[in-house]
């Protein structure tokens, strides 16, 4: 769901070409007056703490200054959630990047994407979902965009005042 987005977002603000780095596939755009670096990690899930490792020393970048997007079994089939900090959930490629940069100050965007009723997550995460699921997931990447717009736009806080749901 990661990619998704990150393809989709890349799309509406006209990313420039793609380029390779040694983990990850990147992109720059501005928006408005701030410079965004678009990535998708070339490693194995469980090992994008390398890619983002990466990309922070190569960018002099921050923690903070990290979105990572993924899709999360504890969420809702297309239910979107935007957070800074916390646990991995479980999330191996979230542990890994906790685990590599040795930090967990960073924001999440999780996508959510429902528990199999049956069988084992890894297999469930890779299947293409039911045609009812895949059209919550095709509306939450387009959701997951405009929270992206608006975080850029406005901050983290609009962002999940917007389009985190109450609990």
Known sequence: MGYRVVESFS???????SFHLRNSLCATADYGSQRVLLAQP????????????ELLQRYHL??????IIYDDLDLPPGR???????????????????DTIETADFL????GIGKPLSGEASAYVLEIPPFKEQKLLDRAVERAVEALNLLLERGPE???NRFNPPT
């Open 11 to 17: 799309r509406s603000i006209k990313a420039g070409r």
């Open 42 to 53: 070339l490693t194995f899930m469980n090992r994008s703490g390398r890619a983002v490792a």
């Open 108 to 111: 999440r965007l999780r996508i």
């Open 80 to 98: 979107i959630r935007l957070r800074y900090g916390g646990g991995s959930g479980g999330h191996r490629g979230v542990q890994s990047i906790i």
């Open 158 to 160: 609009a962002a999940m």
């Open 62 to 67: 921050d923690p903070g200054q990290l979105v």
